[in-house]
């Protein structure tokens, strides 16, 4: 494969050092041809490996050229699952993924992934077709307006109006996507255009007046941050999706080690910290640990890195944090900082370069009393279920996984208690290993964004952690998975309901199970009948077993685990309530 | 100490005029407009029209909300890809000015004391018919507020504003070209 889009500065940076020193840059001769065949070429340029798709007339032309391209296409079932495969292979790489599909009802179908990808800060470019120019404006046959219903949902799109645009655009967008704040980005493209003749040439730089994102961090800010951190007596790093995003899990590692600060993370940060170091403290917010929210709110210093206080993390926000003096918010959209909580020090920069910068003003440091305090938080309200005699506990299964693939294996989820039960069991080693629709919280992302990162990482195990209600939103992407043999091994957390819903249910509105007792079809017929190798367990000593059996096969397998059906997703910290009044398995924490 | 939830306002809403400056491409209207009604924000007023260098345009803005809200809704808006440029426009350090068009009623009887009221206020009619004539009044918004008031008890028949629109007093700017110097660099993302 060419150069990898990330490095699309380094590359550029080494074509322009094998030119002949001295020699004035040699200008390359534009090449004529098709508007099909540039965006071709334009992806080739931007180190693109796989396309995920579904065709359709208005995108024809672009299919045609592809055809023999060398570029991989994915055909998907359904282009929302178009949409999460692209995000999938971002998530897991960082690189930019890629989707493709028709006009219309196809365009529209990539809502829902490109909403996913927005909200959390995802890579993805997306290209739709649309009607010839000629006939945009007149409800054309399968028209749409994509780039005005997908403007809030995209961190920019474009609508292609000539063959010569092409290139600019394409590399606009991939150098939009990937750069300060990552996010998706959408480009349309008028039928017409992909048989539109133009000289192609491919540019090196982009012309975005108005987009310059900030990458060093204020030198006086991160003064302040230092001289905070140094003087706190009870420290906290607080870590979102944007460490992750921006690499700095190093960096995260180094600063909480020298200063002997605990680290709790985001649903979005997880991994961005091991999972499995003495200093975390697993997950924050609703469905956090007890010892973390109990942390956050008796921290001094709250050091906030890449994480946007949303308000499943914060809880009712006039209760959050009451004993914090120093709230150090780093965040490279300046739009983040002042939006949620107001920071004491503000830096708007990268993550990883701010923390870089960060760790060589610290001084060495060590919070023996609060990590006294911590520790007896761990030790009372730790983290646990009741283990199940005769039933198979789900939150079993997560740990299981855990257990047999040593947090190593790539996990993505689905939404619901299986999505908390696997953020708070499988304690994810590193980063871009935990793959989950945190933002927008998409049941349905978590089959094809699964496939998508098995694609993109075949050298990692991916485990889809699903449940009976999210599997089914995107089950068709079975056929993908067993079409291209894509390992992914899928363990649907079956416990006949749409848990999550029932579990409000349960608490909030006197169990009236108002729609979430779900019936399903046997998933094991289901999966074999998509050629899949499936099993189900029904039995707590088998749970183990049956992950080795999936895990020794040679392709994807679908696990139907029959879990207890009622079983609810604790701790819990009510919608708008606070961070420290929170229901355990006994009732209010204490 | 958070001051609860962004939206909940401190108590100090106020006006505030904003320019922007952006690119002058398709769309960019409703990339702004629409970053407005998705985060719950109100325009009072927004005026388009070309800047000083072709490919660019200068948008000003009106709205209502206190300091936190302001600063919100400029962060938003330098979010904006085609967005160059976004400044407050200081009430004290600004020349803001409308255009208001007033078609009222008049005939032979009150048309004098049209006329009267019109050079008073060094406005002008720029078109008469036997039953109305056409005011045109440029000023800031007192003036034309006070214009309409006077001309009501005549019958107003239909009046079209442009929107107000700013500009900082002296030399400073907040140009195309002032912009690439300085103040760009801290932003973005
Ligand atoms: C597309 C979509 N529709 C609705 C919801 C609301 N919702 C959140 S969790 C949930 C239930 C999920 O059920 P299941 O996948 O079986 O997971 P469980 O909670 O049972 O583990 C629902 C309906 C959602 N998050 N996404
Ligand atoms: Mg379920």
């Known amino acids: ?590 | 100490m958070f001051g609860g939830a962004f939206g909940a306002t401190d108590g100090k809403a106020r006006e505030h005029t904003i320019s922007v400056l952006v690119e002058n491409r398709p769309g960019v209207l409703s990339r702004v407009a629409g970053m407005f009604s998705r985060r719950g924000f109100n325009i009072d007023s927004i005026v388009v029209g070309a800047a000083e260098e072709p490919g660019f345009s200068r948008m000003t803005i009106v709205l209502v909300g206190d300091e936190r809200e302001l600063e919100q809704v400029q962060k938003q808006l330098h979010k904006l890809i085609e967005v160059i440029k976004v400044s407050e426009l200081d009430p004290a350090e600004m020349v803001e000015r409308e255009l208001a068009l007033i078609k009222v009623a008049a005939d032979r009887t009150n048309r004098a004391e049209i006329v009267q009221i019109v050079d008073i206020f060094r406005a002008s009619i720029v078109d008469v018919s036997p039953h109305t004539v056409i005011v045109e009044v440029t000023g800031d918004v007192k003036k034309v507020e006070a214009m309409v008031d006077l001309l009501r008890p005549f019958g107003i028949k239909e009046i079209v504003r442009t929107g107000r629109v700013g500009v900082l007093r002296g030399p400073k700017s907040s140009g195309v070209h002032g912009d690439r110097r300085r103040g760009l660099q801290a932003v973005g993302g």
């Not at chain 1, 990330?6 to 030119?19: I, L, N, P, S, T």
């Not at chain 1, 055809?67 to 971002?90: F, I, N, P, W």
């Not at chain 1, 701010?354 to 990590?371: D, F, G, N, R």
């Not at chain 1, 999966?527 to 029904?538: D, E, L, S």
Request: proline fraction near 6%.
């Open chain 1, 1 to 590: 494969m060419a150069v990898s889009a990330v490095d699309f500065g380094a590359a550029a940076a080494k074509r322009k050092a094998e030119q002949p020193a001295q020699a004035p840059a040699r200008r390359r001769e534009p090449r004529r041809m098709l508007g099909a065949q540039a965006l071709v070429e334009a992806l080739k340029a931007e180190g693109v490996e796989y396309i995920f798709g579904h065709p359709g007339g208005a995108v024809l032309h672009l299919y045609d050229a592809l055809y023999d391209s060398g570029l991989k296409t994915v055909l998907c079932r359904h282009e929302q699952g178009a949409a999460h495969m692209a995000d999938g292979y971002a998530r897991a790489t960082g690189r930019p993924g890629v989707c493709l599909a028709t006009s219309g009802p196809g365009a529209t179908n990539l809502v829902t992934g490109l909403a996913t990808a927005f909200m959390d800060s995802i890579p993805v470019v997306a290209i739709t077709g649309n009607v010839p120019r000629a006939l945009i404006g007149r409800d054309a046959f399968q028209e749409a307006d994509i780039t005005g219903i997908t403007l809030p949902v995209t961190k920019h799109n474009f609508l292609v109006r000539s063959a010569r645009e092409l290139p600019r655009v394409i590399r606009a967008a991939f150098h939009i996507a990937t750069t300060g704040r990552p996010g998706p980005v959408l480009v349309d493209i008028p039928k017409d255009v992909g048989v539109e003749e133009l000289d192609f040439d491919y540019p090196e730089t982009v012309d975005l007046p108005g987009y310059k994102p900030t990458y060093k961090g204020h030198i006086r800010q991160i003064m302040a941050a230092a001289k905070a951190i140094a003087e706190a007596r009870r420290p906290l790093l607080y870590v979102g999706g944007g460490a992750i995003a921006s690499g700095a899990h190093e960096e995260v590692r180094a600063i909480a080690e020298k200063c002997d600060l605990p680290v709790a993370m985001t649903l979005m940060g997880l991994g961005a910290f091991p999972g499995n170091h003495p200093q975390s403290l697993g997950m924050l917010g609703m469905h956090g640990t007890a010892y973390a929210n109990y942390a956050i709110q008796n921290c001094d210093v709250l050091i906030a890195v890449g994480a946007r206080f949303d308000d499943r993390v914060t809880g009712a926000l006039d209760t959050f944090a009451p004993r914090v003096e120093q709230i150090i918010h780093i965040d490279i959209d300046p739009a983040e900082i002042g939006k949620n909580v107001i920071a004491h020090v503000p830096i708007v920069g990268d993550c990883r370069t701010v923390l870089s910068a960060l760790i060589e003003k610290v001084p060495e440091k060590k919070h023996p009393e609060w990590w006294a305090q911590i520790d007896e938080w761990r030790r009372e309200y730790p983290l646990q279920y009741r283990p199940g005699d005769t039933e198979v506990k789900p939150q079993a299964v997560c740990e299981a996984i855990y257990e047999v693939t040593g947090g190593e294996a790539i996990v993505a989820t689905d939404v619901g208690q299986h999505q908390m039960w696997a953020a708070q069991y499988y304690k994810v080693h590193g980063p871009r290993q935990f793959v989950t629709s945190g933002g927008l919280g998409t049941m349905g992302f978590g089959l094809p964004a699964g496939i998508g990162a098995k694609l993109a990482r075949p050298d990692k195990e991916v485990f889809v952690v699903s449940g009976d209600g999210s599997f089914q939103m995107n089950i068709q992407e079975l056929a993908t998975a067993a079409e291209h043999n894509v390992a992914v091994k899928v363990a649907v957390l079956n416990n006949g309901y749409l848990g999550m819903v029932r579990q409000w249910q349960e608490f909030f509105y006197q169990r009236r199970y108002s729609d979430s007792r779900m019936w399903s079809p046997d998933f094991v017929t289901i999966a074999q009948g998509y050629g899949i190798k499936a099993m189900r367990v029904t039995e707590p000593g088998d749970v183990r077993a049956a992950l080795e059996e999936a895990r020794a096969h040679d392709g994807p397998v679908v696990i139907d685990f029959q879990v207890a059906r009622e079983e609810n997703c604790f701790p819990m910290v009510p919608a708008g309530g606070s961070n420290s009044d929170m229901l355990g398995p006994k009732g209010w924490i204490e």
